[in-house]
């Protein structure tokens, strides 16, 4: 169930889990959000495994222990937020990104400052479909590393 890395949830539970999520939202007609986050990492650092391990753990920190967090491919990281609406998801994501520009990673006694990107999306404000509240986060993504990365995005 559990990335050994960085002892988050596997992509195939987290992805059950937001399908379940999905149905509980539309069942009890409430709001939350999906967050996908990811380092910008420069070729150099590519898949660094200190700075995935170091990313997972702020994560960790930043958002309420009712959330939850899994870890998607080698570096994105995806994030329910239940009951939380635009301006709590703009918050949240914030503050994750802020704490990891302000992060001072370390390796071989080498100090590597790094960003991250985090495109977001809201359920049912941006969509009120899975596969379509997913894609709106990936596109909003995209469009954060597109204009250089460290923000965050979300639809208007």
Do not use: W
Not at 13 to 40: C, N, W
Not at 80 to 101: D, G, N, Q, Y
């Amino acid at each position: 169930m559990f990335d050994v890395q960085t002892k988050l949830l596997k992509s195939d539970v987290f992805e059950y889990l937001l399908d379940l999520e999905i149905k509980k939202a539309m069942r009890y007609q409430y709001f939350f959000s999906l967050l996908i986050i990811e380092p910008d990492l420069r070729e150099d650092t590519y898949n660094e495994a200190d700075i995935i391990k170091a990313t997972a753990d702020i994560i960790s920190d930043e958002v309420r222990i009712t959330d939850t967090i899994g870890r998607i491919g080698n570096n994105k990281f995806y994030v329910i937020l239940p009951h939380a609406e635009t301006i709590t998801t703009l918050t949240v994501a914030e503050r994750i990104r802020s704490r990891i520009e302000n992060y001072t990673f370390s390796k071989n006694s080498s100090v590597i400052k790094n960003t991250i990107s985090i495109g977001a999306a809201c359920f049912p404000t941006h969509s009120n479909e899975l596969k379509n509240l997913v894609s709106s986060a990936a596109q909003m993504i995209n469009r954060a590393k597109n204009i250089g990365g460290n923000t965050v995005c979300l639809p208007s």
